[in-house]
């Protein structure tokens, strides 16, 4: 069973920043497919971003498209999601996702992950 722990959530107004970590314990996060997924109370959950682990390619929703940099730091076995610019909209559970199948192009859709994190609050509000 792959564990996986997101940190850095908070209450920021909006324009701040937030950097989102996600970090394993238990397998080589370098080897999947991650992904940041969000939910908001009342919404589906949305695929924020992933990167590949062939290449570093990163994909991103166009709402956080050039707000928003996911990131590997494969030393710390850490993933994590810089959110800059960040909005009342952007108010969300943030969860991040390991896909261990590899799929081609890396996916933002939930269902290509199967393994996941508890999630951690964002709150954007002035």
């Known amino acids: 069973q792959l564990q996986l722990v997101e940190s850095g959530g908070g209450l920021v107004q909006p324009g701040e920043s937030l950097r989102l970590s996600c970090i394993a314990s238990?397998?080589?996060?370098?080897?999947?497919?991650i992904g940041w997924f969000r939910q908001a109370p009342g919404k589906e959950r949305e695929g924020v971003s992933c990167?590949?682990?062939?290449?570093?390619?990163?994909y991103y929703a166009d709402n956080v498209k050039g707000r928003f940099t996911i990131s590997r730091d494969n030393a710390k076995n850490t993933v994590y999601l810089q959110m800059n610019r960040l909005k009342p909209e952007d108010t969300a559970v943030y969860f991040c996702?390991?896909?261990?199948?590899?799929?081609?192009?890396?996916?933002?859709?939930?269902?290509?992950?199967?393994?996941w994190g508890q999630g951690t609050q964002v709150t954007v509000s002035s």
């Open positions: 996702a390991a896909d261990t199948s590899g799929t081609v192009p890396p996916s933002r859709r939930s269902r290509s992950y199967d393994y």
């Open positions: 238990d397998f080589t996060m370098s080897w999947y497919i």
């Open positions: 990167i590949s682990s062939s290449d570093g390619s990163t």
